[in-house]
């Protein structure tokens, strides 16, 4: 709720989330659209899960966010990294 007033998302917002009874209350969608994976595939989210453990582990927990503005351009640093130069495992 608090980030709901304090943001005041446009309309048509998508929220994507697990199954947990607080993400399906209608209580808490404020008319935002709900995105949910399959009960039981906990791999729906393992590519973001991915990321942003990533982006923790390798990054915001290692520099330091002294403001919001800071952590935004440090996070699409991140993602530029993470997507063109981070290694990856050839398999």
Known sequence: MMAYNLRQPP???????????????????????????DVGACWDNAVVERFF??????????????TCEHMKKDVAAYMKYYNLVRPYCEW
Do not use: C, E, N
């Open 11 to 37: 309309k048509g917002l998508v929220f994507h989330s697990d199954r947990d009874s607080q993400y399906t209350r209608k209580r808490y969608r404020y008319g935002i659209r709900a995105s949910m994976g």
């Open 53 to 66: 453990g990533s982006l923790k582990h390798d990054w915001i927990f290692k520099i330091a966010q002294p």
